[in-house]
Nanobody, 115 residues
Framework: QVQLLESGGGLVQPGGSLRLSCTASGSIRTMDTMGWHRQVPGQQRRLVASINSIGATNYADSVKGRFTISRDNAKNTLYLQMNSLNPEDTAGYYC?????????WGQGTQVTVSS
């Protein structure tokens, strides 16, 4: 089993920044694509950004140029640097990753952008 633990969420003013982290622990033999999704109550969970094992990235159009995804394989940790945040970015942010051929999800961390 693999566990994913997110951190770094919180309340931020419009235009501000946050950095989310997601650390994987457990019986990790292989680590493939990882990513962040976000979900607003009553709506589907949507991909924000993903990064594969060799560092190739993919972003939702709504966050391109503002968010940066990265990973530190030695630390089994995924990051999401979020800049120029706006109220539309308010959501629960969920980390996921493919480990040992299976997809795992974290419990999520709340990001609220409000003045």
């Amino acid at each position: 089993q693999v566990q994913l633990l997110e951190s770094g969420g919180g309340l931020v003013q419009p235009g501000g920044s946050l950095r989310l982290s997601c650390t994987a622990s457990g019986s990790i033999r292989t680590m493939d694509t990882m990513g962040w999704h976000r979900q607003v109550p009553g709506q589907q969970r949507r991909l924000v950004a993903s990064i594969n094992s060799i560092g190739a990235t993919n972003y939702a159009d709504s966050v391109k140029g503002r968010f940066t995804i990265s990973r530190d394989n030695a630390k089994n940790t995924l990051y999401l640097q979020m800049n120029s945040l706006n109220p539309e970015d308010t959501a629960g942010y969920y980390c996921h990753g493919f480990f040992n051929g299976r997809n795992y999800w974290g419990q999520g961390t709340q990001v609220t952008v409000s003045s």
